[in-house]
């Protein structure tokens, strides 16, 4: 039951990825419109256009996407229908959204809600960094602050029972400087996660099954300003050994990733590649560091989809208690 959920799961981001690739080189933060516009305009070959879609109420209720552009809904009937655009883009972007219009009944729970971060099937991402400010809610007026996005994923719920009667978004990416949770966009691609010396856990989650490896690995062994440093290799268990610094390994039941199932909890100081790498059979493939705050910890993983044959060789086979 479990495998066949994940299976969908990830059959429905890869076709929603084919129809959404993911814009080209970004150009930097705008900083004012006019320089923007000649900037773009002499890459303007190697951008994609600038979108204008219309959402379609029967096909596009469940939205994943990764454009810049303008979104427009009309609602078709008077259903109090809950709808989600899904918005991702690179692990070092930021997600801002303006509403450009508004105009949702309040009655009969007409509502459009921002969500900084995700929220499927009642789980939030990211849990552990959630917060009142993470969502706002508007019907008849445009929210007053500007929306944007703390990591690269953000979420516009809407509910518009009343026909004819919509709203109007612009979807924009900036530069984000320090990442600290990401959203994989699919299950492929190499991201680093570092703590730039700071108090606290920062994860990267794949939403859906994952072949994880660990390419180069510095936790809880570098001290500020220390350039030369001896390897340790890869130590294991670090969380059960007590160390204050670690990275672990595992997947999660949906976004969720603070209950996540941990494979194994890494430390230590490792450049050398071909370590074996570990198969998530999950909902979500999580990589989380946990870091005191003591040390510049950094992680390189490599990502990749797991086969469908090699599910039952995982190394992690989530939710297996309610079976
Ligand atoms: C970080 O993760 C650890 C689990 O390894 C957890 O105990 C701790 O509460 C988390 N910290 C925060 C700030 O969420």
């Known amino acids: 039951m479990k495998v066949f959920f994940c299976i969908a799961v990830a059959v429905l981001f890869s076709e929603n990825i084919n129809g959404l690739l993911l814009p080209g080189k970004e150009f930097g933060r705008i900083k004012n419109p006019a320089s923007a516009f000649s900037h773009s305009f002499t890459r303007a070959r190697r951008l994609p256009r600038p979108t204008h879609r219309v959402i379609d109420p029967t096909e596009d209720c469940f939205l994943v996407t990764s454009e810049e552009g303008e979104l427009f809904f009309k609602s078709p009937s008077d259903e109090p229908t809950v709808c989600g655009i899904y918005m991702i883009t690179d692990p070092d972007k930021r997600i801002q959204v303006t509403f450009n219009y508004i105009d949702v009944p309040c009655e009969n729970g007409g509502l459009v809600a921002w969500v900084d971060g995700w929220e499927l099937n009642g789980q939030v991402w990211p849990a552990d960094a959630w917060d009142d400010d993470r969502v706002v809610e508007s019907c008849d007026r445009r929210p007053a602050r500007k929306l944007i996005s703390r990591q690269n994923a953000a979420l516009i719920q809407y509910r518009v029972p009343a026909r004819g009667k919509g709203f109007s978004v612009t979807i924009r990416h900036f530069r984000n400087a320090r990442p600290c949770n990401v959203m994989l966009f699919g299950s492929e691609g190499v991201y680093t996660l570092r703590n730039h010396g700071e108090t606290g856990n920062c994860s990267v989650i794949a939403v859906s099954p994952a072949i994880v490896r660990v390419l180069d690995l510095n936790v809880g062994q570098s001290l500020r300003r220390n350039l ?81 044959d090699e599910i039952e060789h995982a190394d992690l086979l989530c939710g297996l208690e309610t079976l």
């Open 228 to 308: 030369l440093d001896m390897e340790t290799g890869t130590i294991h268990r670090c969380m059960k050994r007590g160390l204050s610094d670690y990275v672990d390994i595992g997947g999660a039941s949906g976004l969720d990733h603070t209950n996540m199932e941990i494979l194994d909890s890494i430390c230590g100081l490792d450049s050398t590649e071909g370590r074996r790498p570990a198969f998530i059979a999950c909902e979500d493939t999580v990589v989380r560091l946990v870091s005191s705050g003591r040390y510049l910890n950094s992680v390189t993983l490599a990502f990749a989809p797991l086969p469908l």
